[in-house]
């Protein structure tokens, strides 16, 4: 009951004046009562993964060739859909209906495993949040760029590389991201994700236009079936390429970090894991259409000289208008798919702060303003301000400094994946529904979690190997796209 007043307090609702069934304006555990459906955790998902990862599948399945590519697709997008699920069960402890609820990803580890596993989560989940962010930020400034470029060639022709510096953009992009930075959680966000999915769904659907084009025009299918050849490429080359490429599908599918949070954001009834059920399964298989249908179709048109992204590395290049739409709208959505994967990071920064100094002005007053006349008042938090701020800037900073898309895709991918979306919810399950040790469920969902451990480290080396490669060639804040 005290966390429950003081939740009303906070909202600025006198207990005294509360309806006699305050059910209606709060859920069990005091906190707003949460809204969010199938559709807009659908929509979460979506943003959250279909976003610059796949521009990335054509190069992925041109290193793999048309027999390792498809079933590598569809064989991760199983991984995800299964471990997700199991994860879905781990929102509430104990009876999914009226167990305690887990808010987030590290909650979920806590009540379930506990000790170093805890601390362990915690790393490699916000690691990977603050690498995405880097990524997105990267790819931004890609897409950008090539809306330039492609103004830069209607004037001097095709010919002219038109190096343009993305120091600029990503500068840009960040100072867009400090002011959506101020949307105060999760549960707000479900405007800017719907609109990201439908950025993504319109540039994933002109990319798989434009290649079909392109593969009329070919009047043939291209690609192999085992994909780049060894003589176009050395046999080292060809392993790492291989490797790179799994972390890059990996990436594409990735986003368990996240769904516990999303989870979070479900009205009940339905229990939320029946609704999450729901809405993952929208999401995956969507998804993987998509994917199937832009990996595959870019690869055909390309065959092995796929470019890393589909349509801004100088794949397509007319019509011109086109190009700048798909690209433009890959921008927006990834503004709101920053926000997707930063919110979590925000929110765990801004709860640890308000314990360890609960009495500090500086982190918990709020001070209301109106923004626009007869609006609802904007809470600023001058602590939300500063700190979301900073973290922005660092991650413009980063992405200036380390600006490779493919190979930080293929690490962040190896990275997350593993941990995140195999080790821990097959744990987590384990543990929740009391599956007996060496029975044959154990035994399979052991196996499942080591076979992806030997895919993650082999797709980490791949990337960390092409990182390498890149930093031989490249100036810190000089760097022309």
Not at 53 to 74: C, K, R, T
């Amino acid at each position: 009951m005290v966390e429950n007043s003081k939740s009303r307090q906070e909202l600025g609702i006198s207990i005294d004046v509360l309806p006699r069934n305050s059910s209606d304006l709060f859920d069990e555990d005091g906190r707003v009562k949460r809204t969010g459906t199938v559709w807009t955790a659908s929509a979460h998902i979506i943003t959250a993964v279909i976003g610059s990862g796949v521009l990335s599948l054509a190069w992925a399945v041109a290193q793999i060739g048309w027999v390792g590519g498809p079933v590598v697709m569809i064989l991760f997008s199983l991984v995800t859909y299964y471990t997700s699920i199991l994860l879905c069960a781990c929102y509430r402890s104990g009876d999914s209906d009226t167990g305690k609820r887990n808010y987030t990803y590290m909650d979920a580890i806590h009540s379930n495993l506990g000790g170093i596993k805890v601390k362990l989560c915690g790393v490699v989940q916000y690691v990977n949040l603050f690498g995405t962010a880097i990524g997105y930020t990267i790819a931004s400034a890609i897409s950008m760029i090539a809306i330039q470029r492609t103004s830069c060639q209607q004037s001097n022709g095709d010919k002219d590389p038109c190096h343009v510096n993305g120091n600029p953009y990503m500068i840009a992009f960040g100072a867009i991201q400090i002011i959506f930075s101020q949307i105060p959680d999760f549960d707000q966000l479900w405007w800017l994700s719907i609109v990201a999915a439908l950025m993504s769904f319109g540039y994933s659907t002109i990319g798989l236009g434009l290649g079909i084009s392109r593969m009329v025009d070919n009047k043939e299918i291209k690609g192999t079936l085992t994909g780049v050849a060894i003589g176009t490429v050395t046999p080292t080359e060809k392993v790492w390429r291989t490797f790179q490429s799994l972390g890059n599908i990996a990436f594409a599918y990735s986003y368990s970090m996240i769904l516990i949070e999303i989870q979070d954001t479900l009205k009940a009834p339905p229990a939320e894991e029946k609704t999450m059920r729901k809405a993952t399964l929208i999401s995956v298989a969507v998804t993987t259409l998509f994917y199937m249908l832009c990996g595959c179709v870019g690869y055909a048109a390309f065959g092995d000289s796929a470019p890393g992204n589909l349509l801004a590395a100088g794949g397509f290049r007319n019509p011109y208008w086109l190009l700048d739409i798909a690209n433009l709208a890959i921008v927006i959505h990834l503004v709101g798919a920053y926000q997707v994967y930063c919110q979590p990071v925000f929110a765990f920064v801004e709860k640890e702060a308000s314990k360890r100094y609960p009495e500090s002005k500086f982190i918990t007053k709020e001070t209301k303003i109106h923004i626009f006349p007869r609006s609802k008042p904007f809470n600023l938090n001058l602590f939300k301000l500063v700190w979301r701020t900073v973290f922005v800037i660092t991650t413009t900073l980063i992405s200036m400094i380390v600006p490779f898309f493919n190979d930080v895709l293929g690490l962040l991918g190896a990275i997350g994946f593993w941990p995140l979306t195999v080790y821990f919810p097959v744990e987590m399950y384990i543990v929740q529904k009391n599956v007996p040790r060496w029975s044959t469920r154990w035994v399979c969902l052991q196996v499942l979690s080591l076979a992806c451990l030997v895919v993650s480290v082999a797709a980490a080396a791949g990337s960390v190997v092409g990182i390498v490669t890149d930093l031989k060639s490249y100036k810190p804040f000089k760097t022309d796209f």
